[in-house]
Each structure stands twice: as structure tokens, then as C-alpha cells.
């Protein structure tokens, strides 16, 4: 009995993640989220058993060594002890019947919060601009923090350089044709792709615009367990960070 009630909590936690999540993801929402006692292996034995499956991760890659230019401060170092210390941005895009749209996305590396976005029709400064503003206005960073990107037009553009600049941080810039120098961002992207963008075909920009916002503000940013901040969400790692006291 005590099987089958389990399996039922399963099935509903696998829908409420919109049937990505595997035995791992549904463990962590058993066990940090309903506060129940059950082992990972039971939960794999009894997904199996159901025919419930998450969707497969990305292929694992050997990382390459390249070599950083002067203007990388981070030297794929992302690990941050508190928010708003590293930021790291990119670009990704993605077909509908009506064409292309693309989305600049800012994470911050402490939470893995996407804390700013934006979505447009072309991949031009503008595009990353607005996003990098989002995240300026969300956050009120304080002076010092870096934002991290590749060596695109873009980024390396007058308009984004001096937005950083006129904020208060500092940019810094990857090895040229290296994506591992950025390889925390590539894994958010390489989830969006698997999560949303590849389970469907999208009939317009603005159908394309809405899931993407819908993934990262409801699901990605507040509800995704990430296995990185102990199958918490972004949002919730920093709650709890918020919430431990300062010692004297």
C-alpha cells in the first residue's frame, strides 16, 4: 500500500516539473520538499516500475584547456560564496515558423538565478543591453562585481562595456572560441534546450517568448531543484542565505 501511495506522489511530482525531473529530482522534492522518509533507490525502483522517466541531461564532454587573455578575472572560477559577486551572461536562439528569436540571459553564479533576461527578434547590443539592465535594476548590485561573457560583437560592444562600467563592475571576457570559459552558462542553456525548446515546435516568436519566460521566471528560478545548491532552487538557496545570522 505503502508502494503505491508513493508512486502516486511520484507521478505528481514529475508532473509538477513538467516531466523533466528524474529519481534524483523527484528524491529531493520527497524527501526537502514533502519532509517524507524514502530511499533514491526506491524512488528509481518505483519510476521504473511506473514507466515514469525524466528527459536525459546533456551529453558529458571532456573540457578542454584554452588560454585565457588578460581581460579574464575569472578563469572558470565561478563558485561565489555570496550573491552579486560574479555574473556571467550569453546568447542563445531558437526557430519558430515565423523565424529565429533570440535570448540573453544573466546568471548570477552564487544561486544560479537567472536574474535578468531579455528577448528580441535580432542578436544586436540592444538585445544584451536590456538584459544586463534587468538584472541591474532586480539586483542593485553593489560596486566591485564582475560580469563575465564571451568575446561576441555584443558584449564586446561600446554600449554593454560602458553599461558595466557605469554601474560599478567590471567586465571580463573569456578565452576567444572557448565555451568551457563559460561552461556554467552553456549548462543552463543546454537545460532550457532539453526542458523546453527542443519538446516542441513553436508557431510563433511570441508563443517562443512566453514559454521562455514562463521557464525561467516560474519553473527555472523558483521551483527547479538544482543539483549544484543541494536540490534547492535558486530562489530558495538564497532565502536560506538571507536567513543565516551575521556572527559578531
Known sequence: MRRLWLTG???????????????????????????????????????SKAGIRGLPGPAKVKRLHGIATADDLVHRKFHRLSPNELWITDITEHPTREGKIYCCAVMDTFSRKIVGWSIDNAQDSGLVVNALDMAIKNRQPPGGGIVHADHGVQFTSWAFTNKIRSSGLMPSFGTIGDCYDNAMMESFWSSMQIELLNRKKWRTRLDLANAIFDYIEIFYNRQRRHSQLQYLSPVEHELRFSQIPISA
Request: aromatic share 2%.
Open 9 to 47: 506522489l511520484i507521478n505528481e511530482v514529475h508532473v509538477a516539473s513538467r516531466q523533466t525531473y528524474g529519481s534524483r529530482r523527484v528524491h529531493a522534492e520527497l524527501t526537502i520538499g514533502m519532509k517524507l522518509q524514502v530511499s533514491e533507490r526506491l524512488v528509481a525502483v518505483l519510476m
